[in-house]
């Protein structure tokens, strides 16, 4: 009895006269699962993705799910009038689970974990469904395993799965899986999170097996108290969980229709925790209110970064001029290795000694500073963008363009994977420049320090709802080509604009869906002026969802006695800037007469 595989293990415990029920998981890793017949969409999506791309936004996980049915077995042998001792036991994600489950549960008697356990921080290079918000600030797998001492626990350093997801597929079927892949940790590797675990959690219970341990030593390991196990025969038969694609299918749809009924409950929810407590009769006592919830906001849904701690140490150049404006590149220390960058306009009428208000221009998805600026109607930025840096600058805005780094596909995506498991995301970094860049901005001798406003198109727009929430500096905001009933184009898998049906895979932030809406969002702007540029062709929502959501924010700054502070404007065409209403807006606020 050398042989120290799953199987074995399953012999060994069959004859011994062990209950033993296979728990049906979401394990498989099966493809093109297209659950959007409404708009025959295919993906290259495996389930277990499809589930997270889902769930994350409203702060649930497939692990939790997983979980929570390996507990609820549980809570029925518990409830049997003559309770057995009970081992989960689990291979590849099926490990992850045992270790996790008993980790959270103490009425797991002993857990055998094989293809799992090991170092996890690479774990932004596995597949996505394993992003787990925060872990790495707490937890690593020798911290979960401390957790289910003095408990008996098994790791074995074997039957790890081999896997790859790629943004490939074939004809017909839309490439947007989230690459990662799995593979088996080096032996130092997996002894040294062992070690760790040990020494958390001295006196601990912990074999680390490997392919060649004995059966034997390994049950004896889990159940010390049974004296002696009988061989097993060559001969034995091994049950099979018949592999039916029925089964699967309805275990997934199941996975789903919870999910999605959870949009519901979650608004419910935002109303309760959020709107429900919010002061109205005095803005003072709304702005001491919604301090608060600005905090929450930074700190345990965007994720906040220390404060910009370098010397600002400006760098400037010209890099263009127009009849009207002067165009300089300047470049701002952040922190240790990261550095802010953006294009400022100066208008050439602008007076030694004269301050004007500065206007943000915020670019999108794939964008440079320069995208806003140019007026070669030739190039595709053009029509996004229309000049409207410039155009600002021309009228005698000084304006400043930003680079955020949502830019190069996998490159900035990958960032935000790291950047998750330590709590942290995307905007963690992209706040803290912006705070560099007030800083600077406010510091010049030609500009106003309390009329800085913040203008952004498509990921831009994301921008103005999350930056200016965070960053009171900013003395108003205008989201154009973005603002949405954003949890349900997230996570509704019914909406032609969803995201559960494209690349953008590093979109959904945790647990936003149950703390902050757009509407919550803008009511962290207010009471300062907020707009919405919205054309009725724009693809990235419909006008109905959009109003739905604006409509909130127009109640509340009506309810505050504020309502000229908001405004939608409609026009009729796509994605881009259109710059009327908008313009207007900014001169009556900022208070420029050209």
Same mark, same amino acid.
Request: aromatic content about 10%.
């Given at each position: ?104 549960? #103490? ?221 300089? #590149? ?23 000694? #004269? ?193 739905? #959501? ?45």
């Amino acid at each position: 009895d050398a042989d120290g595989s799953p199987e074995a293990l399953l012999d060994a415990t069959l004859l011994s006269g062990a209950v033993e029920v296979v728990i049906p998981a979401l394990v498989s890793r099966g493809t093109e699962f297209s659950t959007n017949e409404k708009f025959n969409v295919r993906t290259n999506v495996p389930h277990r993705e499809w589930i997270y791309r889902q769930s994350y936004e409203l702060g649930r996980h497939p692990i939790g799910y997983e979980v929570q049915t390996a507990l609820a077995l549980l809570d029925w042998f518990k409830a049997q009038p003559e309770p057995l001792p009970l081992i989960l036991a689990g291979i590849g994600e099926g490990g992850m689970i045992a270790l996790h489950a008993a980790a959270v549960d #103490e009425r797991i008697d002993a857990v055998y974990s094989a293809g799992y356990f090991g170092p996890r921080e690479q774990v932004w290079q596995e597949p996505i469904e394993r992003n787990v918000f925060g872990l790495l600030r707490d937890f690593g797998d020798a911290e979960l395993a401390s957790l289910i001492a003095p408990r008996s626990l098994v790791l074995q350093h074997a039957f790890y799965p081999s896997h790859e997801v790629k943004m490939e597929a074939a004809k017909g079927v839309r490439a947007i899986a989230a690459p990662g892949k799995l593979s088996m940790p080096e032996s130092s590797a997996f002894e040294a999170e062992v070690a760790r675990a040990r020494e958390l959690a001295p006196g601990s219970r912990i074999l680390a097996a490997t392919e060649r341990t004995p059966t034997r030593q390994i049950l004896r390991h889990l159940l010390p108290r049974v004296v002696e196990w009988p061989k097993a025969p060559q001969d034995v038969e091994v049950p099979d969980l018949p592999g039916d694609p029925a089964r699967q299918k309805r275990l997934v749809r199941g996975l789903e229709t919870f999910t999605q009924r959870l949009l519901v409950s979650t608004e419910m929810e935002r109303k309760a925790q959020f709107w429900d407590r919010l002061p109205l009769k005095s803005l003072p006592e709304y702005e001491a209110h919604t301090a608060r919830e600005r905090e929450r906001f930074w700190n345990e849904v965007i994720g906040r970064l220390p404060d910009p701690d370098l010397p600002i140490h400006a760098r400037s150049r010209l890099v263009r001029e127009t009849e009207l404006v002067s165009l300089h #590149e300047v470049t701002l220390d952040v922190w240790q290795d990261v550095f802010a960058w953006g294009w400022l306009g100066l208008p050439k009428d602008l007076k030694e000694g #004269e301050k004007r208000p500065v206007v943000v221009c915020q670019h999108g998805l794939e964008g440079i500073p320069e995208d806003t600026f140019t007026t070669d109607a030739t190039q595709r930025a053009f029509g996004a963008y229309q000049a409207f840096a410039l155009r600002l600058a021309e009228q005698g805005f000084v304006t400043f363009a930003p680079h955020n780094p949502y830019r190069g596909m996998h490159s900035f995506r990958t960032l935000q994977r790291k950047l998750n498991p330590l709590g942290l995301t995307l905007y963690s970094v992209i706040n803290g420049q912006h705070q560099r860049i007030l800083e600077w901005l406010k510091a010049q001798p030609f500009t106003r320090p309390d009329k800085i406003a913040f203008y952004g198109l498509s990921y831009g727009g994301k921008s103005a709802m999350r930056t200016p929430a965070v960053l009171p500096d900013y003395s108003l905001s205008i989201c154009s080509g973005d603002f949405n009933e954003w949890v349900r184009k997230c996570v509704s898998t019914d909406m032609p604009m969803n995201y559960t049906h494209t690349h953008e895979y590093e979109i959904w932030e945790w647990n936003l869906g149950r703390t902050f809406n757009y509407a919550e969002m803008a009511a962290l702007i207010a009471p300062r002026p907020f707009m919405v540029e919205r054309g009725h062709n724009d693809g990235v929502g419909s006008d109905e969802w959009v109003n739905y #959501e604006y409509a909130k924010v127009r109640r509340l700054y009506n309810k505050l006695g504020i309502g000229e502070r908001t405004v939608i404007e409609h026009f009729d065409a796509g994605h881009m800037i259109h710059g009327v209403g908008t313009f207007r807006f900014l001169k009556e606020w900022l208070g420029l007469g050209k």
